[in-house]
């Protein structure tokens, strides 16, 4: 039986994404903050986590991130950042899932096809960044881009047929979000764990490194 690794299951896409996979007849392994005690920005925590695991995995998705830390919203202009709420931000959006993917590499096969993917979001993206704001937030993410941009290099050396993607899950009604909704029509988080696990199955090792949203569109670095 085909085995996945969802980061961050107990979240609302992360949650959908165990269940769309154990309906289609995956091994769902979940590991989470508020369920298992999983730190993402604590690398000691990952190694204990991850270190347990029997793989190997022939999905692993990264879902976890927040808008809002420690009640740092995200900035509507720059002369409200603050070195402490961008730090959070990077901590959770950036360094934590660089550094789950730095040790969940060792839990994917080398020698079959196999997906390791994060989710950015558009707003992460310096080509599609039309309005301005959010600075902190967007920061993250882009560097969360560049982080699988490289992690993407550097597994095509060693797992040839491997896939490391960034995904844009689409707006989606969870409590991540409910907040900021505002005019922006969102879909369930089931809609959008189904969407997204419909692109990673198209995807194949010449599309590693990219940015792909729910439709499957690439998005602008």
């Given at each position: 039986m085909k085995q996945a690794l969802i980061i961050g299951a107990s979240g609302g896409i992360g949650s959908a994404l165990?269940?769309?996979?154990?309906?289609?007849?995956?091994?769902?392994?979940g590991l989470s903050r508020s369920t298992h005690g999983l730190d993402v920005t604590d690398e000691a925590s990952i190694v204990h986590h991850l270190g347990g695991l029997n793989g190997p995995f022939q999905r692993i998705i990264i879902a976890t991130g927040a808008l809002e830390i420690a009640g740092y919203a995200p900035e509507k202009a720059l002369k409200h950042l603050t070195g402490e709420g961008m730090a959070l931000q990077f901590a959770l959006n950036t360094i934590g899932p660089a550094l789950v993917m730095k040790h969940a590499a060792a839990l994917l096969p080398r020698d079959a096809p196999c997906v390791m993917a994060a989710?950015?979001?558009?707003?992460?993206?310096?080509g599609d960044n039309r309005a301005g704001g959010w600075h902190s937030y967007r920061a993250a993410k882009a560097a969360l881009n560049q982080i699988i941009r490289g992690a993407a290099i550097e597994l095509g050396r060693s797992h040839k047929q491997?896939?490391?993607?960034?995904?844009?899950?689409?707006?989606?009604?969870?409590?991540?979000?409910?907040?900021?909704?505002?005019?922006?029509?969102?879909?369930?988080?089931?809609?959008?764990?189904a969407n997204l696990l419909q692109v990673i199955d198209r995807l194949g090792p010449e599309e590693s490194g990219q940015f792909f949203d729910w439709a499957g569109k690439e998005v602008a670095w």
């Open positions: 165990c269940s769309e996979l154990t309906a289609q007849g995956w091994q769902v392994t989710l950015s979001a558009r707003v992460g993206s310096i491997a896939v490391c993607v960034a995904l844009h899950p689409g707006t989606v009604a969870t409590s991540f979000t409910e907040k900021y909704l505002g005019r922006h029509p969102a879909v369930p988080a089931p809609e959008a764990a």
